[in-house]
């Protein structure tokens, strides 16, 4: 399904919102929480701009999501390239029920401590961990020890644009469905973020391993 048509469904679902509740604060803040979701992912662009200026009535929620969304959009021109430490490791053909394709980008860490990072773009906890582990990273600079996140549940260009609008360092991995679906069981965990913590050898050494606001 192409980004225009997904965008014209949720153009007439916002009507139908502002048409339901005759356009009041309600239906406004509701549109407005709408388009902030969005605005998360990436910059809205002339479809919802040229929506919003047509339909919300409020000028001071007007202001702040054009606002927020020219903020975004100089933040994305900025950074137009991946940080210096950003390393991508190529998609590992793999079983529908294994995980050899982890056992793999383990072993080119092998003697070093692996701290493994569960996120997806949409996730704002995820996202909030991103600036300490940036200074954890720093912290544990010239150690034996690798930052490696993995991109699950989450499509792969909103996925890769993230790292770069962040500027996350480390290794990076996107998981497709079937690796997620295993790593999932392998650790057992349902929800994001999810931290663990692989010893030097490539065994478990914590599978709820603190996040990085706290401390490992």
């Known amino acids: 399904i192409s980004e225009s048509f997904k965008d014209s469904i949720s ?27 969005i605005q998360e992912h990436r910059v809205l662009n002339e479809t919802y701009v040229s929506w919003a200026k047509r339909r919300i009535a409020s000028p001071v929620l007007l202001n702040y999501l054009l606002e ?4 975004k959009e100089n933040l994305t021109k900025e950074y137009s390239t991946y ?28 003697g070093k ?3 493994i990072d569960f996120w997806a773009d949409w996730c ?15 912290e544990y600079a ?13 499509r792969k260009n ?23 679906s295993v790593l999932q069981r392998k650790f057992n965990f349902k929800g994001i973020p999810h931290f663990v913590l692989i010893d030097k ?10 996040a990085p606001s706290g401390k490992m």
């Not at 927020?68 to 903020?71: C, F, L, Q, S």
């Not at 790292?163 to 996350?168: D, R, S, T």
Request: charged share 25%.
């Open 68 to 71: 927020t969304n020219k903020a």
């Open 201 to 210: 050898t490539g065994k478990i050494l914590d599978g709820e391993a603190p």
């Open 113 to 115: 401590v692996v701290y």
């Open 11 to 37: 153009i007439r679902e916002l009507d139908f919102v502002l048409d339901q509740y005759n356009s009041d604060l309600t239906g406004q803040m509701y549109c407005m929480h709408f388009l902030k979701q």
């Open 158 to 180: 909103l996925w890769e644009d993230m790292i770069k609008e962040k500027q996350v360092e480390g290794y990076h991995y996107w998981l497709n469905y079937d690796q997620g």
């Open 83 to 110: 940080a210096a430490g950003t390393h991508f490791i190529d998609s590992i053909a793999s079983d529908k029920n294994s995980d050899a394709f982890f056992s793999e980008i383990l072993k080119r860490f092998e």
């Open 142 to 154: 010239g150690k034996d020890i690798v930052f490696l996140y993995f991109g699950i549940s989450c």
């Open 124 to 138: 704002s906890p995820c996202r909030a961990e991103f600036e300490p582990a940036a200074k954890l990273e720093q």
